[in-house]
């Protein structure tokens, strides 16, 4: 069964950066367009930017330009680098496969402070 964890998230204070981690158990990343999903309390869970097995990527407008989607297929895991953060980005952030989700993970939980 293949299992997602996603790491990385955190307090950070308006303007910082994180960098999330989603570990993929089994080579399925390899394959599969993967992405980034978001959920803020009281919201719908919300697709946050995406990748496919050729590397092209794609951005939610509310962050083009400050989260950078990528993956190393080498080691099973897909990254979202998060730069100039902002308090609206606080939510739990979760990875999956688009065209067939799988279990989703615990997810991790990212804070921004104003």
């Known amino acids: 069964q293949v299992q997602l964890v996603e790491s990385g998230g955190g307090l950070v204070q308006a303007g910082g950066s994180l960098r999330l981690s989603c570990a993929v158990s089994?080579?399925?990343?390899?394959?599969?367009?993967m992405a980034w999903y978001r959920q803020a309390p009281g919201k719908q869970r919300e697709l946050v930017a995406a990748?496919?097995?050729?590397?092209?990527?794609n951005y939610a407008d509310s962050v083009k330009g400050r989260f950078t989607i990528s993956r190393d297929n080498a080691k099973n895991t897909v990254y979202l680098q998060m730069d100039s953060l902002k308090p609206e980005d606080t939510a739990v952030y979760y990875c999956?496969?688009?065209?067939?989700?799988?279990?989703w993970g615990q997810g991790t939980q990212v804070t921004v402070s104003s």
């Open positions: 999956n496969r688009p065209t067939f989700f799988i279990a």
């Open positions: 089994g080579t399925i990343v390899r394959i599969s367009t």
């Open positions: 990748i496919t097995s050729g590397g092209s990527t």
